[in-house]
Structures are given as structure tokens and as C-alpha cells.
């Protein structure tokens, strides 16, 4: 089983957002996420594309939804003022049902051919950088082409997640609270230098404690 986990990412301070957030109905945790940025991890009652719109409007700053599944799909969708502005999507099609047209199936010898992406501009992801942005490599990344070979399989990721770490890294945010969801902290499976007192509880979400 891959991963699954959802989150929210919004370029404005943890200190910033937070006292904002109160009374908004929102129960899951919030970290920082860079010097002026915030990841909040929606519990699983909510998603994390649906809520970057309303955080965005809300927080009056730029809103990164993500969510991964099943360690095969990325999606990210980008809001501004409330309102969409960037759709990316590193596997179109994956959710859409078979079409029945009395057709046989492919056979398993014919080669599989990836979709390209949608969405795959970096310039797009900008307004959430955390420093200077190497373009090209942020781009390879969106089109699902590793940075290290050995996260790849013919030249594509093999994971979903750890194309998300990169394209985060890429953006000089902190890639590994940003690469994680509620469920995962709710257990106690905690990001690289995250400790549970780190994080901020949101809507009576309670602390975790930490696997040992």
C-alpha cells in the first residue's frame, strides 16, 4: 500500500496564520514550513485542495493544496484571493473510469505510455518560494523526471512522494513536513527534526506522541 496524506501550503508565517484560523471550524495540526510560510495538515474529514481556496481568501495570501495517492498521483492546486489559478496534475486520467466499448484490453506485452502532465510550469509555483528557485530543475521535477536516477524507473518517478519532497526541496521549503499528512502525525510518525511539541494543535486536535 502507497502513501496517501493531504495538506495545505500558505505563504504566510505560522504566527500569522494560526490566530487566524481560530473559530474556523478546522481541527488538524500546523507547522512552519519556511521563514514565511505554513503547512497546515486538515484532519481526514476535510481535503487539502478544498481547503486551500477558502485559506486563501481568509489569509489573504497564495494557498497550495496537495494531495498524493496511493504513492502513484500528485495533485496540487494553487488559489489566490479565494480564487484558482494553477492546476497541476502528475498523472491525468488516473481517476477517470474505463471506457466500456466492447473493446479487448491491451495486451500486457504493448508498453505503457505516461501521460504527460498538466500544469508543469514552474513559474506557476513561484509565489510560493522560500528562496531562489532553480527553474529548469523545479520543471524536470513537475514532469515527473528525478532529479537522482535512482528515484526513477525509464526515467520517471517511482514514486509519487518522493517526487513531491523534490519539487518542495526545489521551491527551498521544508520538504519533509511538507511531504506528510494528518494520519501520519496523528500516529506519532513525525518529520525529519519535527518533534511533537513542534507542532501547533488546531480545532481540539490532540498532541501525538512521538514513535520511539
Avoid at 497564495?62 to 495533485?75: I, K, Q, R, T
Avoid at 480564487?83 to 474505463?98: I, M, Q, R, T
Avoid at 504493448?110 to 528562496?131: H, I, K, Q, R, V
Avoid at 506528510?180 to 513525525?190: E, F, K, M, P
Wanted: aromatic share 10%.
Amino acid at each position: 500500500m502507497g502513501s496517501f496524506y493531504g495538506n495545505v501550503l500558505v505563504a504566510r508565517a505560522c504566527e500569522a496564520v494560526v490566530p487566524l484560523l481560530d473559530g474556523q471550524g478546522l481541527r488538524g495540526f500546523a507547522l512552519s514550513a519556511g521563514p514565511e510560510h505554513t503547512v497546515i495538515y486538515p484532519d481526514p474529514e476535510t481535503s487539502g485542495p478544498d481547503l486551500a481556496g477558502p485559506l486563501s481568501k481568509l489569509l489573504a495570501a497564495p494557498a497550495l493544496g496537495m494531495y498524493l495517492f496511493d504513492s502513484d498521483v500528485l495533485v496540487m492546486t494553487l488559489y489566490e484571493n479565494g480564487d484558482l489559478s494553477h492546476f497541476y496534475d502528475s498523472f491525468p486520467g488516473y481517476f477517470d473510469e474505463p471506457e466500456d466499448g466492447g473493446e479487448d484490453p491491451p495486451s500486457a506485452e504493448e508498453p505503457f505510455e505516461w501521460p504527460e502532465p498538466t500544469g508543469a510550469d514552474p513559474d506557476a509555483f513561484l509565489p510560493l518560494a522560500a528562496g531562489p528557485v532553480d527553474r529548469a530543475a523545479l520543471e524536470s521535477v513537475l514532469r515527473c523526471i528525478p532529479i537522482d536516477p535512482e528515484d526513477g524507473e525509464d526515467g520517471r518517478y517511482v514514486f509519487a512522494e518522493a517526487q513531491h519532497f523534490d519539487a518542495m526541496d526545489c521551491l527551498r521549503l521544508n520538504a519533509p513536513r511538507l511531504t506528510t499528512g494528518y494520519r501520519y502525525l496523528a500516529q506519532g510518525d513525525l518529520p525529519y527534526e519535527t518533534t511533537a511539541d513542534d507542532l501547533v494543535l488546531l480545532g481540539g486536535a490532540q498532541r501525538p506522541t512521538a514513535r520511539t
